[in-house]
């Protein structure tokens, strides 16, 4: 099991009323964080999709908790990245995605990748 903790803020996209570009410059640096660290952890341990999918949960350490839906477009961005660390597409039937979220103390951000 891998553990990596991206020291992240995520915010819902979907209650956000941004400028597009400044939405995709965050969801840029949040995919590039996500595959660096998730590939550099990778690169220490054996992660191989032959014995089957690939469990990957994704949590999220905030103050606030978001409803389901809005915790799945917060995350995305990271989907999208630990994918690419691992080498496939985020639609892939070898990754089975799981979400989560974690009271965390006032100005604590992250977010927590555990693959099984």
């Known amino acids: 099991?891998?553990?990596?903790?991206?020291?992240?803020?995520?915010?819902?996209?979907?209650?956000?009323?941004?400028?597009?570009?400044?939405?995709?410059?965050?969801?840029?640096?949040?995919?590039?964080?996500?595959?660096?660290?998730?590939?550099?952890?990778?690169?220490?341990?054996?992660?191989s999709f032959s014995s089957g999918p690939i469990t990957v949960t994704l949590t999220r350490l905030a103050?606030?908790?978001l409803d389901c839906d809005n915790l799945a477009s917060s995350l995305k961005a990271v989907r999208d990245g630990v994918a690419d660390a691992l080498g496939t597409d985020d639609g892939s039937s070898r990754i089975k995605w799981r979400y989560d979220q974690r009271k965390g103390q006032p100005g604590e951000y992250a977010v927590l990748v555990e693959i099984e």
Do not use: F, G, Y
């Open 63 to 65: 103050p606030r908790r």
């Open 1 to 47: 099991m891998i553990e990596v903790l991206l020291p992240l803020r995520t915010w819902s996209e979907a209650n956000l009323r941004q400028h597009w570009a400044k939405r995709a410059r965050r969801a840029r640096k949040q995919r590039q964080a996500a595959w660096l660290l998730v590939r550099a952890a990778c690169n220490r341990a054996d992660i």
